[in-house]
């Protein structure tokens, strides 16, 4: 890329991070230095505004960058994922939002250990969120990662390592200095920027096709290289049963996954009450549908208008579509329309980024202190301890993310966001839906619940293609394969839900009937919440 697209691009990147961190300061120097405060913002954020933050929470690298670049890629099948992160919005609406926010404090735990012995099932939960944010963690800095390399030419591989360090050490210092309140704001700013991009964009790419949807689909398929199949069923998904029953594993964990992400259910006790939350919840679901709607538009435009050869030179996995189109939309690479808004798209995607990743790391710094530390510290220690070890735990948490970065950084972000899905779905979610639904549900039974989704969906990826045993495999010149598929979720989420269910009929300690019926009041009452 010419000079000005770098000198542009970085200009806007500066000014994000300048805004961000003023508002960091900002937070910082008003805050009351409380567990509430930092982990829940005070829970004085109105419905509109968690809307907005949800929304940018959920907004990852993975649906700007990833999403869009396997529609490029592979057409109909790349839909999928849009598909599939707009429907699990259902799943949390109608089962999950309010009853969180009715029997929660700060994190999932709190949810489950309400009716349960706390030791036990703290460090279960607490182990298996902060699990599933490395791995969304991952997806996000690969994306910076691709991004600056875009930028760059695509030659520095030192600049692209740099930048995923640079990423984490920014999240660190959002996350350390302002809490939850600053996140919440940067979400939000992120959120604006982000839905004013696509919107442009897709506006953009409509125009040069004077609105002709069919033209568009057209013009994607003769530039794709395989005609027709690009927009039907089955050219990634199609080939043979283990290809479609990958498609199955992924649809399931892209919808039942989203209700059991830690950073998503952390911001429903953001807000004062139960309503609040639900509320929240239509909010971001009107700007996460129309955005993914976008997302469609965006990955068809760029296999129509820059083409998926192209697409796939820049980056093999698709994760520069975007701003390669941005380019296209703008008048070409030279252009000054072309460098304006291919600056001004990076941008965007790199604030989209930084925003997500603070998020996460602060519901995983979360974990490790309100669930792990707080199991294990010594009696007497405070709540401003337990805040002072998230502090800590964030600088850790960000050193892993940016290590396994580094390793993972020719991977879709799309794809590896899908495994963060499958990790959730197995192992948060049987747990949760128990707690709240399960008149006979007990310790072990949580316990086991998480357990026995956790591991077999860690352990599935280990030996799955996406580790070693082909040529996109992390590690292609490995081959110690034995799962065929690239998604868990259609094992490891039963299995989860199964050990649930086992651990609760083996088990010598008789339901707490009281505690449940406590924890049903609460839920749908709202009586005692906090």
């Known amino acids: 890329m010419s000079g000005d697209h770098q000198t542009l691009a970085l200009v806007l990147f500066s000014a994000f991070i300048a805004v961000t961190l003023g508002i960091t300061t900002w937070v910082s120097r008003n805050r009351r230095g409380s567990a509430e405060e930092f982990y829940a913002g005070g829970r004085l954020f109105s419905p509109m505004e968690n809307g907005f933050a949800i929304a940018g929470d959920y907004m990852s ?39 969180v926010r009715n029997c929660g404090r700060f994190t999932l735990a709190d949810v489950v250990a309400s009716r349960m012995k706390e030791r036990p099932v703290r460090i279960a939960a607490g182990t298996s969120s902060v699990t599933v944010s490395v791995l969304y963690l991952v997806a996000q800095m690969v994306g910076a990662g691709s991004l600056v390399a875009l930028l760059l030419g695509g030659t520095s591989e030192a600049a692209r390592s740099w930048t995923v360090i640079g990423v984490g050490a920014l999240m ?22 982000l839905m004013a991009g696509a919107i442009t964009l897709t506006v ?66 953001t807000v004062p009450t139960a309503r609040a939350a639900r509320r929240s ?18 990955g068809f435009g760029a296999a129509a208008l820059v ?23 703008g008048g070409g690479s030279g252009s000054t329309g072309g460098t304006v808004l291919f600056a001004v798209v990076a941008a965007v995607a790199f604030a989209t980024i930084l925003a997500v990743v603070a998020g996460i790391t602060l519901a995983s710094s979360a974990s490790v202190a309100h669930d792990l530390y707080a199991s294990l510290r010594r009696r007497g220690a ?86 070693s045993g082909s040529p996109e495999s992390l590690f292609p010149g490995l ?20 050990a649930g269910w086992i651990g609760t009929v083996t088990s010598a300690e008789p339901p707490d009937q009281a505690k449940h019926a406590e924890t049903e009041v609460r839920a749908l009452t709202g009586a005692g919440a906090v």
């Open 382 to 467: 405070g709540r401003r301890s337990e805040v002072a070890v998230a502090r800590v735990a964030a600088a850790g948490i960000g050193a892993v993310a940016i290590a396994l970065g580094l390793v993972a950084r020719d991977m879709n972000v799309a794809f590896l966001v899908g495994l963060a899905f499958a990790v959730a779905a197995s192992a948060n979610l049987p747990v949760l839906l128990y707690s709240l639904f399960w008149r006979k549900f007990t310790t072990r039974g949580a316990v086991w619940a998480v357990y026995g989704g956790l591991i077999p969906s860690v352990v599935l990826v280990l030996v799955s293609p996406v580790v």
């Open 307 to 329: 083409g998926s050869d192209e697409v796939r030179a820049s980056n093999a996995a698709g994760n520069t579509a975007v701003p390669l189109l941005a380019l296209d939309l």
């Open 172 to 193: 660190v210092i959002y996350v350390s200095f302002g809490g939850m309140r600053a996140t919440t704001w940067i979400q939000i700013v992120k959120a604006v920027l």
């Open 281 to 298: 919840v239509v909010w971001s679901i009107g700007l996460i549908g129309s955005f993914y709607l976008m997302t469609i538009v965006l």
């Open 61 to 99: 690298a993975a649906s700007f960058l990833g999403i869009s670049g396997l529609i490029a890629l592979y057409g109909y099948d790349g839909m999928l994922y849009s598909v599939g992160f707009l429907v699990a919005w259902l799943v949390v609406l109608l089962l999950v939002a309010e009853l």
């Open 479 to 498: 081959d110690f394969q034995v799962f065929p598929l690239q998604n868990p979720g259609a094992v490891s989420i039963p299995l989860g839900f199964l």
């Open 204 to 269: 953009l790419v409509l125009t040069r096709f004077h609105g002709d949807v069919y033209q568009l689909l057209d013009t994607a398929a003769d530039r794709s290289g395989h005609g027709r199949d690009f927009l039907s069923p089955g050219l990634k998904y199609g080939g043979d049963w283990i290809s479609r029953l990958d498609f199955i594993s992924l649809g399931l964990a892209l919808v039942l996954g989203t209700a059991g992400l830690p950073h998503i259910l952390s911001r429903f006790y």
